[in-house]
């Protein structure tokens, strides 16, 4: 598979690090799994003309040619019909990982894809296209899909990689494999959170060797470019450089503003599955914005904003929690428990399953508690979104951070000079910054207001939103919460809604009329039920498809070390 070899001084060699004998284990396991789907796959030259047809036709891709599967070493795994696409690694470049790739295609004519990776995602990187390139090449296109790296090498003859988990992160462990590029050119996808993540992605390369391909009506995903018989070098060649100038005239922006202006939609951010009223009036959860949260003390905040962070995370916005106030195993406790949607104390036998599906989550939890200095945690913060490309951090909460003995008389100024360096942050990193902070003491009967939030007016003032989980007094509906929204930079709604509180799931929900007992819905709601038994189920069926590595305990716990 490799060009023209690769030095014995890889970065795979330089990056090595002890493995425990757990670890060690658990990678031969994974190994020998690789080589069980591997063998029993086969490369599509090896499958009748009719059905390469049929598979290229299923995966939209009937222009990318045998050549290139066959180049790439792109296989088949007929139990599933899916492409098997090789991750080649280590000094000897032998295979160390696949990807299956299955697809399905909608009413709407729009395929999706399905994923599935061994070794597990969360556990293994590695560049699909790598061992293509050869030692002397200084060029090289970044896509997020293995197809859209097939459709640009074809097209363009040029060394092309993709990122693992497509445009959710880049891991810094395969920095050093694009050390040896004087040109980086990103091509990630069609969408904003494209265009966001390659802007993310090139200041962990440096800017000045970097260049975008800005998504646009003539710029779609390289493999939709391939099948729409677009020049794919000349969108390549137009790519603008990362390195932005400080100052620009409007023929700059202009693209840039239209790209905003057709995308409305995308620009407002990512919506809540489990909030709908939220996103009538937030829109939308977006990158670089300030969130201030208030509510009385025990009114459910933390429980709140678990939840309205989990819903995030679950559609792929990685997340970071600083937990000031509880300790991370009571906050991954809760937070699994508003996963699951249920008791797991009354369901234990359920916990690997829910764990399991949890720990894929980018999750990730600072490890601090009570006081500690904003610099450590600004600092902590910096190294996790170029680590794991964080795109929302939780504080919880200001005044646990800032620590309540220690504060003099000038504790107004400190909590300004706080919220103002977490504003900055959010800005220059484009990351979201959610801070939840106590509010000053009303009468029990009154309202909180944007002016209730403790300290000077400067949280209200710098925050792009502010939310406040209204507590009112209820006998028929004690758990009844409104959430407010005072404050919306994005587009100035404002609002109100109420949510019901479920105590054996924790979660929150908008209440229904009438006297029935409100039911959560969930997507699995008009399928199987989701548990174990389901899981059996799809576990048999998975069997089937690919024999999945088995998980074990130690390799969670050496992930959750990790994280
Ligand atoms: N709407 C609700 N109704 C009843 N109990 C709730 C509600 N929301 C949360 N709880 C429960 O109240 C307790 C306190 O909740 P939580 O810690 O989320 O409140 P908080 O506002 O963050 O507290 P604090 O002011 O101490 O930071 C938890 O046991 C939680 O399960």
Request: charged letters at 25%; proline letters at 4%.
């Amino acid at each position: 598979m490799q060009k023209d070899g690769q030095d014995a001084l890889s970065p795979s060699v330089l990056l090595g690090y002890p493995e425990s004998e757990e670890e060690q284990e658990e990678r031969d396991r994974e190994l020998q799994e690789v080589q069980r789907i591997w063998s029993s796959s086969v490369p599509l030259t090896d499958v009748t003309d009719e059905e390469a047809l049929l598979i290229k036709t299923m995966f939209q891709i009937s222009k990318i040619s045998n050549a290139t599967l066959k180049k790439f070493g792109v296989r088949i795994f007929k139990p599933t019909k899916s492409l098997v696409f090789p991750w080649f690694g280590g000094p000897d470049c032998s295979l160390k990982g696949v990807k299956l790739i299955s697809a399905q295609i909608a009413d709407n004519d729009k395929v999706s894809y399905n994923e599935a990776t061994v070794p597990r995602i969360s556990a293994y990187y590695n560049l699909f296209g790598l061992s293509l390139v050869g030692r002397m090449d200084t060029e090289v296109v970044l896509t997020g899909s293995e197809l859209d790296t097939l459709a640009v090498s074809q097209a363009t003859g040029l060394p092309c990689v993709s990122l693992p988990r497509g445009v959710s992160c880049l891991p810094p462990i395969l920095l050093p494999y694009l050390e040896q590029f004087k040109k980086v050119t990103f091509w990630l996808g069609a969408d904003i959170r494209s265009w966001e993540s390659s802007k993310i992605f090139s200041r962990k390369l440096g800017l000045k060797r970097c260049s975008l391909v800005r998504p646009g009506e003539f710029r779609p995903c390289p493999v939709e470019a391939l099948a729409e018989g677009k020049n794919l070098s000349r969108i390549i060649n137009t790519s603008i450089p990362a390195a932005h100038k400080s100052i620009v005239s409007f023929k700059q922006l202009r693209e840039d503003v239209y790209g905003e202006l057709l995308n409305k939609e995308q620009v407002a951010g990512v919506k809540w599955t489990r909030f709908l009223e939220l996103n009538r009036i937030l829109k939308g959860h977006r990158k670089g914005e300030l969130t201030v949260f208030t509510g009385p003390t025990g009114s459910g905040k933390t429980t709140f904003i678990s939840e309205l962070a989990l819903d995030l995370c679950m559609q792929g916005v990685n997340t970071l929690w600083g937990s000031f106030e509880i300790n991370n195993v009571r906050l991954a406790k809760i937070m699994l428990t508003q996963f699951a949607m249920q008791r797991l104390e009354d369901n234990l036998e359920q916990y690997d399953y829910w764990a399991d599906k949890f720990e894929e989550l980018a999750l990730y939890f600072m490890t601090f508690h009570g006081q500690q200095n904003i610099k450590t945690v600004l600092d902590t913060m910096q190294h996790a979104v170029y680590l794991y490309d964080i795109n929302h951090v939780i504080i919880d909460n200001l005044q646990f951070m800032m620590g309540q003995e220690n504060l003099t008389v000038d504790k107004f100024a400190v909590q300004d000079h706080i919220i103002a360096a977490f504003r900055k942050f959010a800005t220059n990193s484009s990351c979201h910054v959610t801070l939840i902070i106590h509010p000053r003491k009303e009468e029990d009967d009154r309202e909180l207001q944007t002016a209730s939030i403790f300290g000077s007016a400067k949280a209200s003032q710098e925050a792009d939103n502010v939310l406040i989980l209204q507590e009112k007094k209820l006998v028929t509906c004690p758990g009844r919460r409104s959430l407010q929204v005072t404050k919306n930079r994005f587009d100035g709604d404002v609002g109100i809604f109420p949510l019901d509180f479920i105590k054996s799931s924790l979660t929150f929900t908008a209440p229904v009329k009438g006297k029935h007992k409100f039911k959560k819905p969930t997507k699995t709601e008009s399928e199987d039920p989701p548990g174990p038994d389901a899981a059996a189920k799809k576990d048999e069926v998975k069997k089937e498809k690919v024999s999945k590595t088995t998980k074990t305990k130690a390799a969670s716990a050496s992930d959750t070390n990790q994280k």
